[in-house]
Nanobody, 117 residues
Framework: QVQLVESGGGLVQAGGSLRLSCAASGSTFEINFMGWHRQAPGKQRELVALIHSGGNANYADSVKGRFTISRDDAKNTVYLQMSSLKPEDTAIYYC???????????WGQGTQVTVSS
């Protein structure tokens, strides 16, 4: 079992920045991939960024150049630095972990990010 706790969401104006954090506990040795997903009202959940234990990261095209995912293995924490935020980035952001690529089996409770125009 892995427990995930997100923090760092909030309200920000367009063009601003936020940093999300996700702290993992429990069976963290199972974690190979850590990802940030988001779900906007009326839309499907989408993968925003993921990072492998080796450090390789992938991003959705919509956030490339604006968002940066990183991890601190000593703290079992993954971060999402979001810059140049746009109103369309408004969503609930979820942290998730996977042992195998694409198979996210543990999820956090979500944190709301709202970007005002």
């Amino acid at each position: 079992q892995v427990q995930l706790v997100e923090s760092g969401g909030g309200l920000v104006q367009a063009g601003g920045s936020l940093r999300l954090s996700c702290a993992a506990s429990g069976s963290t040795f199972e974690i190979n991939f850590m990802g940030w997903h988001r779900q906007a009202p009326g839309k499907q959940r989408e993968l925003v960024a993921l990072i492998h234990s080796g450090g390789n990261a992938n991003y959705a095209d919509s956030v490339k150049g604006r968002f940066t995912i990183s991890r601190d293995d000593a703290k079992n924490t993954v971060y999402l630095q979001m810059s140049s935020l746009k109103p369309e980035d408004t969503a609930i952001y979820y942290c998730a972990t996977a042992k195998y690529y694409g198979r996210y089996n543990y999820w956090g409770q979500g944190t709301q990010v709202t970007v005002s125009s």
